[in-house]
């Protein structure tokens, strides 16, 4: 049996990652008002094991080619770990993809969505409140420097499950 940061990435992840692929290309990452969206990310930051880094080389290249970081600070990081790292991100970075794991990446997002001054939509939030299956996808505008996430910068926009898309439907 492997450990399990050496597990690898099933079959339905990798044809939920290629789903996702299709709702970033659709505008997920987009520009907003006063949000740093609009294309592809400038960095992808990555936990180590061999299940993420599967599914970030089955979302498939990006144009132009962000700077890939992957981290062990990431595998099975809680929430506020994962804060500590984006909030470290240089300010010259205007769209970060972040792929980790849960409890803490679903609980990263219930801390952005709910904090002070996060106008996020009550009928996404709600939905992300139901949980955050593997290969969900969160999408955060910050409206300011990396570093105001933490304060309530952020506003969650979309929330969207594989069940979601027509493709993966059960």
Same mark, same amino acid.
């Given at each position: 049996?492997?450990?399990?940061?050496?597990?690898?990435?099933?079959?339905?992840?990798?044809?939920?990652?290629?789903?996702?692929?299709?709702?970033?290309? !659709?505008? %997920?990452? #987009?520009?907003?008002?006063?949000?740093?969206?609009? =294309?592809?990310? $400038? @960095?992808?930051?990555?936990?180590? *094991?061999?299940?993420?880094?599967?599914?970030?080389?089955?979302?498939?290249?990006?144009?132009?080619?962000?700077?890939?970081?992957?981290?062990?600070?990431?595998?099975?990081?809680?929430?506020?770990?994962?804060?500590?790292?984006?909030?470290?991100?240089? !300010?010259? %970075?205007? #769209?970060?993809?972040?792929?980790?794991?849960?409890? =803490?990446?679903? $609980? @990263?997002?219930?801390?952005?969505? *709910?904090?002070?001054?996060?106008?996020?939509?009550?009928?996404?939030?709600?939905?992300?409140?139901?949980?955050?299956?593997?290969?969900?996808?969160?999408?955060?505008?910050?409206?300011?420097?990396?570093?105001?996430?933490?304060?309530?910068?952020?506003?969650?926009?979309?929330?969207?499950?594989?069940?979601?898309?027509?493709?993966?439907?059960?």
């Amino acid at each position: 049996m492997l450990a399990d940061h050496a597990r690898p990435l099933n079959a339905r992840g990798r044809q939920a990652a290629t789903a996702m692929r299709r709702v970033l290309d !659709d505008g %997920v990452l #987009r520009e907003g008002e006063g949000a740093r969206g609009g =294309g592809a990310p $400038d @960095l992808v930051l990555v936990s180590s *094991a061999r299940r993420t880094l599967q599914t970030l080389q089955a979302l498939g290249a990006f144009d132009p080619q962000p700077r890939v970081t992957p981290l062990d600070a990431l595998y099975l990081a809680g929430a506020s770990q994962l804060l500590d790292v984006l909030t470290s991100i240089e !300010d010259t %970075v205007s #769209r970060v993809l972040l792929i980790g794991h849960n409890p =803490g990446l679903h $609980d @990263l997002c219930m801390r952005l969505a *709910a904090a002070p001054g996060a106008p996020s939509t009550l009928p996404v939030m709600q939905r992300l409140a139901e949980g955050f299956p593997t290969g969900a996808f969160a999408e955060f505008s910050v409206a300011g420097p990396w570093w105001s996430i933490a304060d309530g910068g952020t506003r969650l926009t979309r929330f969207v499950v594989p069940r979601d898309l027509p493709e993966l439907a059960l």
